[in-house]
């Protein structure tokens, strides 16, 4: 009994199996809105057809990449693997191995595609034949009677490196998925991050990981500088200081790397400290407000229980009595406000940096114009693993490809009344590139010898 269930459990037939199933779970997932990976489109679905839902629910179908069914699925497919790379580790070691076995008449051997036989001259012995062969090379079993010779004897190994590095990628992979967490953060210069969970986007909201912890990181925002050349962002530079006081640069495509979490720079906006007073110079209220409107669009705040609508101008100019921007470069940067109360707008001007604003009584005042970032932070354990895996991947590929093996037989014998080199030879693959490096080896040894 348990010979069969190995023999299944190891077969080609229960590979395919697994490979199939799995193919019709992510096909599944692509069509059922997952919670974790369409939450907004899963909570609209949930509202529409809420038997259907929990139906599903009930079945892991919405929750399928991570459900028991596909981790049991992972695992089947694992231990297949396992199962397969053990069933080889023999024949690769058989293959490796050098035996006395392998010595057999070149004349009669089946296996060996090429054959052919060379006259030799007078003074080519069996050392130097041998010793020719070493310096290619072949590593040589026998004596001129009969020899085995095999160069690159451990290519069998790469066939191991590549199923280990399969088996590495996918096990990476799988941690990946399991582990991973992202989410987004908004952060002002000068705001300290201590990886908070409540600090982190709403919408959309950050993606906890199955197992694992949360990203362990905390930095504060010492600086943000974006950099515009003729009209054009061409960069950004934030620098972070860590709890250790290091100090690292984020820039576009230029992350900040910690505990297998990766922070990096999304959006840029500016937060500017706007303090409301009424007609007396008491303050009312104040806080730096991130405002999202480099880009051109509104943005708004509230204050003091007034609502304030506001565009944005980073090189503010009046054209036919309208705002416009000059350029994206920030020379004249001045927000358009205006008021609402109540539902009813009340006032309307312009705040220029570290400028004010006069209505109906109150002062609003824009005491500093700092920027805001927003940042993806993305924590996945495994891609060491995996980066490993393909390590290992392309040692194989290039082992196998460039250094494949070669086997000849071959005997020191008297043939047509002349004793010749009589020889057969095989490669793994590259039968006619294999034949003509036979043909040189054998015909260079022999004519080097004739020409002395």
Same mark, same amino acid.
């Given at each position: 009994? +348990?010979?069969?269930?190995?023999?299944?459990?190891?077969?080609?037939?229960?590979?395919?199996?697994?490979?199939?199933?799995?193919?019709?779970?992510?096909?599944?997932?692509?069509?059922?809105?997952?919670?974790?990976?369409?939450?907004?489109?899963?909570?609209?679905?949930?509202?529409?057809?809420?038997?259907?839902?929990? %139906?599903?629910?009930?079945?892991?179908? #919405?929750?399928?990449?991570?459900?028991?069914?596909?981790? #049991?699925?992972?695992?089947?497919?694992?231990?297949?693997?396992?199962?397969?790379?053990?069933?080889?580790?023999?024949?690769?070691?058989?293959?490796?191995?050098?035996?006395?076995?392998?010595?057999?008449?070149?004349?009669?051997?089946?296996?060996?595609?090429?054959?052919?036989?060379?006259?030799?001259?007078?003074?080519?012995?069996?050392?130097?034949?041998?010793?020719?062969?070493?310096?290619?090379?072949?590593?040589?079993?026998?004596?001129?009677?009969? +020899?085995?010779?095999?160069?690159?004897?451990?290519?069998?190994?790469?066939?191991?490196?590549?199923?280990?590095?399969?088996?590495?990628?996918?096990?990476?992979?799988?941690?990946?998925?399991?582990?991973?967490?992202?989410?987004?953060?908004?952060?002002?210069?000068?705001? #300290?991050?201590?990886?908070?969970?409540?600090?982190? $986007?709403?919408?959309?909201?950050?993606?906890?990981?199955?197992?694992?912890?949360?990203?362990?990181?905390?930095?504060?925002?010492?600086?943000?500088?974006?950099?515009?050349?003729?009209?054009?962002?061409?960069?950004?530079?934030?620098?972070?200081?860590?709890?250790?006081?290091?100090?690292?640069?984020?820039?576009?495509?230029?992350?900040?790397?910690?505990?297998?979490?990766?922070?990096?720079?999304?959006?840029?906006?500016?937060?500017?400290? +706007?303090?409301?007073?009424?007609?007396?110079?008491?303050?009312?209220?104040?806080?730096?407000?991130?405002?999202?409107?480099?880009?051109?669009?509104?943005?708004?705040?509230?204050?003091?229980?007034?609502?304030?609508?506001?565009?944005?101008?980073?090189?503010y100019a009046l054209v036919d009595g309208k705002p416009v921007t000059r350029s994206m470069e920030f020379n004249n940067q001045v927000f358009v406000i205006s008021v609402e109360r109540d539902g009813k707008k009340i006032a309307e001007g312009t705040v220029p940096?570290?400028? #004010?604003?006069?209505?109906?009584?109150?002062?609003?005042?824009?005491?500093?114009?700092?920027?805001?970032?927003?940042?993806?932070?993305?924590?996945?354990?495994?891609?060491?693993?995996?980066?490993?895996? %393909?390590?290992?991947?392309?040692?194989?590929?290039?082992?196998?490809?460039? +250094?494949?093996?070669?086997?000849?037989?071959?005997?020191?014998?008297?043939?047509?009344?002349?004793?010749?080199?009589?020889?057969?030879?095989?490669?793994?693959?590259? $039968?006619?590139?294999?034949?003509?490096?036979?043909?040189?080896?054998?015909?260079?040894?022999?004519?080097?010898?004739?020409?002395?």
């Amino acid at each position: 009994m +348990f010979t069969k269930l190995y023999k299944f459990l190891s077969s080609l037939r229960f590979t395919i199996w697994l490979i199939c199933l799995l193919g019709v779970i992510f096909a599944a997932g692509l069509w059922v809105p997952q919670k974790r990976l369409l939450k907004t489109i899963y909570l609209d679905w949930q509202q529409k057809s809420p038997d259907l839902v929990a %139906f599903l629910d009930s079945f892991g179908l #919405t929750t399928i990449y991570t459900s028991p069914i596909t981790v #049991t699925l992972w695992l089947l497919f694992f231990l297949n693997l396992s199962l397969v790379l053990w069933q080889r580790i023999p024949v690769i070691k058989s293959r490796i191995v050098l035996s006395e076995s392998k010595i057999v008449d070149p004349e009669s051997a089946g296996g060996y595609p090429f054959h052919s036989y060379y006259p030799l001259p007078d003074g080519l012995n069996e050392d130097k034949i041998f010793a020719a062969l070493r310096k290619h090379g072949f590593t040589i079993l026998g004596n001129g009677n009969m +020899f085995y010779g095999v160069k690159n004897r451990l290519s069998p190994i790469a066939f191991a490196l590549f199923h280990v590095s399969f088996f590495l990628i996918l096990f990476g992979g799988i941690i990946g998925v399991y582990t991973e967490f992202r989410g987004y953060v908004e952060l002002a210069q000068g705001e #300290t991050f201590q990886g908070e969970l409540e600090r982190y $986007k709403d919408d959309p909201g950050p993606k906890l990981p199955e197992i694992g912890s949360l990203p362990d990181v905390s930095f504060t925002i010492k600086s943000i500088v974006p950099r515009v050349v003729r009209n054009t962002p061409t960069g950004i530079s934030i620098m972070l200081v860590d709890s250790r006081g290091k100090s690292h640069e984020v820039g576009i495509n230029v992350p900040y790397n910690t505990n297998h979490t990766s922070v990096m720079f999304k959006h840029l906006g500016v937060a500017p400290l +706007f303090i409301l007073k009424d007609s007396s110079g008491k303050e009312i209220g104040g806080a730096y407000m991130k405002l999202d409107v480099l880009k051109g669009g509104p943005d708004h705040f509230t204050l003091g229980g007034l609502l304030f609508a506001t565009r944005f101008y980073p090189d503010y100019a009046l054209v036919d009595g309208k705002p416009v921007t000059r350029s994206m470069e920030f020379n004249n940067q001045v927000f358009v406000i205006s008021v609402e109360r109540d539902g009813k707008k009340i006032a309307e001007g312009t705040v220029p940096k570290n400028g #004010t604003m006069t209505f109906e009584g109150y002062r609003l005042e824009m005491q500093e114009m700092p920027f805001w970032v927003r940042f993806y932070v993305n924590k996945q354990r495994g891609l060491s693993i995996v980066y490993t895996g %393909f390590a290992l991947a392309t040692i194989g590929v290039i082992w196998r490809l460039l +250094f494949f093996r070669r086997e000849i037989i071959g005997s020191i014998r008297e043939k047509e009344g002349q004793l010749c080199l009589v020889v057969a030879g095989r490669s793994e693959y590259y $039968k006619s590139l294999a034949e003509d490096e036979f043909v040189k080896l054998f015909s260079g040894i022999v004519r080097k010898t004739d020409e002395r």
